[in-house]
């Protein structure tokens, strides 16, 4: 009877045993998800703080960049307001010199207008004493400068520049040679001669067969006969159309006389 009772004790306490060892291991296992489980909140709650303070680092990093952007414009146009403070003033200065040589071109204009005036009279005047070679050509740019002068659409420096031209072109006439035809009449009869013009000096004609010379005598102001230089007048007219090389030839030239 003992050993059955003692036998029956054993595997009662067999069985506590192994209630008691499988309770501690349930409990274990519950702690161990529960560790896991905050462990990854808490690596969660990490990454979610890295990325918040990625956020702010990479925001402070583009405001910072912006910064200095705008600093860097800002220098850019206080250099820029510098340059443009100069130059205004430069202007300035300019636009004063402009309203000064404004007034006195005024009182240039009132000055040369009438000396242009004078000089396109005085230059006409020439021409009708002069001896009459290219006549026509001549006057009409006499005439074109009066019309010029009456026109308000052209400038008083190309009035002048007008003026000029036209004083050098003649000017030009006393150190030049040229020949051109024009028609002559003797005895009632027109006809077509060759004219040699040496500078200012002499103006002779020749027909074509030259068996006709004369020369321009401005003392009568009339076109005269004269033989005496037909070999001249032709070897010269032969020069000026370059038929021949140039050399001296000898013609009979009116003596200078004293302007009245």
Not at 1 to 26: D, E, N, Q, W, Y
Not at 186 to 201: A, C, E, K, M, T
Request: aromatic residues 6%.
């Amino acid at each position: 009877m003992k050993r059955c009772i003692t036998s029956s004790r054993r595997l009662a306490l067999a069985a506590l045993a192994t209630s008691v060892i499988a309770i501690p291991g349930s409990v274990f296992a519950q702690t161990v998800d529960q560790v896991l489980e905050a462990d990854q909140r808490r690596l969660n709650l990490a990454q979610q703080s890295q990325e918040r303070i990625n956020g702010i680092v990479e925001g402070t990093r583009s405001l910072e960049d912006q910064y200095r952007a705008i600093n860097k414009e800002i220098d850019g146009l206080r250099v820029y307001n510098r340059l443009m403070s100069a130059q205004t003033s430069g202007q300035q200065a300019t636009l004063e010199d402009i309203a000064l040589s404004m007034d006195q071109v005024d009182v240039i204009n009132r000055q040369i207008v009438p000396l242009m005036t004078r000089m396109i009279d005085g230059l006409e005047q020439s021409i009708a004493l002069d001896v009459p070679f290219l006549m026509e050509e001549r006057t009409e740019r006499v005439e074109t400068l009066k019309e010029i002068m009456e026109r308000s659409d052209v400038s008083v420096a190309e009035k002048f520049r007008k003026v000029m031209e036209a004083y050098q072109i003649e000017n030009d006439y006393g150190i030049s040679s040229e020949y051109y035809t024009q028609t002559l009449t003797f005895d009632d009869q027109p006809r077509s001669y060759n004219i040699l013009r040496i500078g200012r000096v002499g103006l002779y004609f020749q027909s074509e067969d030259a068996q006709t010379t004369g020369r321009w005598d401005n003392e009568s102001r009339q076109w005269v006969l004269d033989d005496s230089a037909r070999n001249e007048v032709r070897k010269g007219l032969r020069m000026a159309k370059e038929l021949i090389a140039p050399e001296i030839i000898v013609i009979p030239v009116a003596a200078p006389s004293e302007a009245s």
